[in-house]
């Protein structure tokens, strides 16, 4: 199954791409967003047909057949650091450690 995920960014906000991740930031704080598996670069940028509105991400993914889980992680960093967090996905658990802080762990529904 194809997956399509877009992810708005204000017109405000500068998209910059570091280790496969894409890092959103308004000059002092930043939003890392990314995938497991997924290389975010900035051949994802897109802007909709027509518009002079905000840059838009767009990932595109095949899920195997039956049930699969597709992680997105949304990391705040107050600091606005360039270090993206690592992340880890086994089974139905997500691991993140942020380039400061605390690791912290997710499980799937």
Known sequence: MDVGTHWLGGAHLAWAFVEGW?????????????????????????????S???????????????????WWVFWCDEAGSWKPPTVTAEAAQLTVKPARGATRRFAAD
Do not use: C, F, N, Y
């Open 22 to 50: 894409a890092r959103l930031s308004d000059g002092q704080r930043v939003v890392w967003i990314g995938s497991p598996g997924a290389e975010l670069a900035p051949s994802t940028l897109t802007r909709h047909a027509g």
């Open 52 to 70: 002079r509105g905000p840059l838009t991400l767009a990932h595109s993914a095949k899920l195997p057949a039956g049930a699969a889980t597709r």
